[in-house]
């Protein structure tokens, strides 16, 4: 998801940079708008060099640029390409001129071009705060839709006391979620994802993988960050990009991954394996590349079964599995749940065409001791927040069952 950031020109704009990083944390892209005033107070490159992304200062370009048709509509395509908008800290001249469909920079522009939720945190001296005009401007604002994240009290930079203070960034944090919809029911979870295939060497060049994109996994890693959790990724190779708010261990081959599992296990409560791990490895990979002069005859070897051997160690986490299969798919995957000590595990009949590998989109059966889930086909993303949803139920279920034992 992808949120705007709107930085006024008040005392408390600094607070902002703070404020980036959190909601990044939370798997949230940035994009920074701000205010002349603002960059009295903070300098543009200080945001762009946190978020990552372009820092809007001025409705028709400025500097070297020259007005151009671009940046003229610039405030639309932004407009349309944001989740939300949150305009922290909002000064009382910015809250006037919401209220009163002012248009006159980008801010306020993009304020009125935008039909994403709005959240509005206001900082400003008590005076200004408790003043009848701000007052009805932010009643006006309300009575809109708007969410208005309410100021702290206590000691302010003019040297008063009271009403006014930037609320805290975690509160504007837990506004602008929200405003977006994300759950933080992962809240205090450390979730493992394995993603992406692996890569087992027959010589320097060459090496037995599958089609395996790692968008299922990623997907899932993003998901769960977005929903609370703290996540460790484990991925294959990929040409992905990690959330950046994610701890991403790189691997290569099966053992790599299993060595890289078992030495994160102890910090995970989650683990969700959704990697399409190799069953077989070359029993001795050539040091050298081997020249094509006839038939080559490959001796494989079993590798390790790292969702077993996660499963049999798995004491009170909550573990799923994958199954990509081809045939007599659900007998193969209630087998799996079983012999692997699994709580649940999610079934992707890979031939089905269009969906599963190197595709946007899948359909999937989530399978637990206690029944089943079929998830129609959708987008990989809608998946990940499936699974993660019955990954949210077992937890209710074993807390259910842990009280009863209680009791």
Known sequence: MKVALGVTGGIAAYKAAELVRLLQDRGVRIQVVMTRAAQEFIRPLTFAALSGEKVITDLFGSGAEDPNIASAVEHIAVAQAIDALVVAPATADVIAKFAHGEANDFLTTLFLATTAPVVIAPAMNVNMWENAATQANLQTLKARGYAIVEPDSGYLACGMVGAGRLAANETIVKAVLKALGARQ????????????????????????????????????????????????????????????????????????????????????????????????????????????????????????????????????????????????????????????????????????????????????????????ETVPETSKWEVAHRVLDAVVKLKAERKKSTQSLRS
Request: aromatic fraction near 2%.
């Open 185 to 372: 029911d992962l809240a205090g979870e450390t979730v493992m994802v394995t993603a992406g295939p692996t890569r087992e060497p027959i010589d320097p060049v060459r090496y037995i993988g599958n089609r395996s994109s790692g968008k299922m996994g990623y997907a899932l890693a993003e998901a769960a960050l977005r929903r609370g959790a703290k996540v460790i990724l484990i991925s294959g190779p990929t040409a992905l990009t990690p959330p950046s708010s994610a701890e991403v261990v790189q691997v290569q081959t099966a053992q790599q991954m299993r060595d890289a599992v078992m030495a994160h296990l102890d910090h995970a409560t989650i683990v969700i394996k959704a990697a399409a791990v190799a069953d077989f490895t070359v029993r001795a990979a050539a040091a050298e590349k081997i020249k094509r002069k006839g038939p080559m005859t490959l001796e494989l070897e079993p590798t390790t079964d790292i969702l077993a051997e996660v499963g049999a160690k798995k004491g009170g986490r909550i573990v799923i599995g994958f199954a990509a299969e081809t045939s007599d798919a659900l007998a193969n995957a209630r087998k799996k749940l079983e012999s692997k000590s699994l709580d649940a595990i999610v079934l992707n009949d890979v031939s089905q065409p269009g969906i599963g590998f190197d595709s946007e989109r899948n359909a999937v059966t989530i399978l637990t001791h206690s029944g089943s």
